[in-house]
């Protein structure tokens, strides 16, 4: 549960459709204070401040946003040392180039760079993250991100797969590193959900398809984002004082469902 008087920073928030912002709402509505960052003061200006036509400005102006580049060490280092002390983050980020990275038949690409990008802000900056945020949490804390799928291969995902395999990696890595420090590190594995970042997932469609193949629970790409959001949230809070370096999966029970789903197994139709 999250208490009343903690504060969360909530970093990876684009739009409203973002998951971060699901997350960081429901640790507000459960009394929760949260710090949002945006990766830069540009893009917030243009997919959050002029896209998001469902807040309005009084509602904009009320969030505490700061900027934080998960790249550039300073940044996260500043960040942190603006926020005073913290209850727990949220790490809600990812990037590959979907030109050289995402696609395709085959895991390769000459770029080499957009690899390395990809797997900085996608896996490595979770540790850039938790090296600044973990002297806030005095009290001990929980850090949570967000995975998809990272032990299987699915197609079009390519270079973004192998990525999350290597969050799921930080995540061990740092669940040891920061036990004596009382702060838990885990991640979420989210079924696929209509974001921004989603919609950069060349045949994202198909995704989204294959969940109808795969998952036992029926799955709704837009409502279920919620439903993360609950599992980030429980995670973050006190009932999960005891859970570390683990991958919990909100994705319907897709990851363990040998083969596909017959037609008597599936949920009807439109069933939420
Ligand atoms: N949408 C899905 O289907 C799905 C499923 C499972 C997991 N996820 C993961 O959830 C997380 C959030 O994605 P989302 O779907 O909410 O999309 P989103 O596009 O709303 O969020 C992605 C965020 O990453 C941020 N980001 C990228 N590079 C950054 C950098 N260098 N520094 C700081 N921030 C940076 C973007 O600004 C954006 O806010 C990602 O890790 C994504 O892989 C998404």
């Not at 080499?112 to 797997?119: H, M, N, R, S």
């Not at 270079?159 to 740092?174: C, F, P, Q, S, Y």
């Not at 959900?193 to 198909?206: Q, V």
Request: glycine fraction near 8%; include cysteine; charged fraction near 20%.
């Amino acid at each position: 549960m999250i208490a009343k008087s903690s504060t969360y920073v909530v970093m990876g928030i684009l739009n409203t459709d973002s998951i971060a912002y699901a997350a960081g709402r429901l640790i507000e509505s459960l009394g929760g204070k949260v710090i949002w960052t945006a990766q830069n003061e540009r893009m917030k200006k243009i997919f959050f401040d002029r896209g998001c036509k469902d807040l309005s400005d009084e509602q904009k102006a009320a969030m505490d946003f700061r900027y934080c580049d998960v790249t550039v060490q300073e940044e996260v280092e500043a960040l942190f040392a603006s926020t005073g002390p913290i209850d727990g983050v949220l790490h809600s980020i990812a990037y590959a180039n979907p030109k050289t990275c995402l696609g395709g038949e085959v895991l390769f690409t000459e770029a080499t760079e957009d690899v390395l990008q990809g797997f900085h802000i996608s896996a490595a900056s979770l540790a850039t993250v938790a090296n600044y945020a973990v002297p806030q949490m005095k009290e001990g804390g929980s850090i949570v991100t967000l995975s998809f799928e990272g032990q299987r291969p699915f197609p079009f995902y390519n270079w973004m797969g192998v990525n999350k395999a290597a969050l799921e990696a930080v995540v061990k890595a740092l669940a040891r590193n920061y036990g004596k420090d009382r702060v838990r590190v885990n991640a979420v594995s989210a079924g696929p959900l209509t974001t921004k970042a989603a919609s950069s997932i060349p045949y994202f469609e198909h995704l989204s398809k294959t969940w109808e193949q795969i998952s036992p629970l029926p799955w709704d790409t837009v409502k279920d984002k919620e439903e993360v959001a609950g599992a980030v949230v429980f995670l973050l809070g006190a009932f999960a004082k005891k859970i570390t370096g683990q991958t919990l999966f909100v994705d319907g029970g897709a990851h363990f469902i040998g083969g596909t789903l017959m037609d008597f197994e599936k949920p009807a139709a439109g069933e939420a």
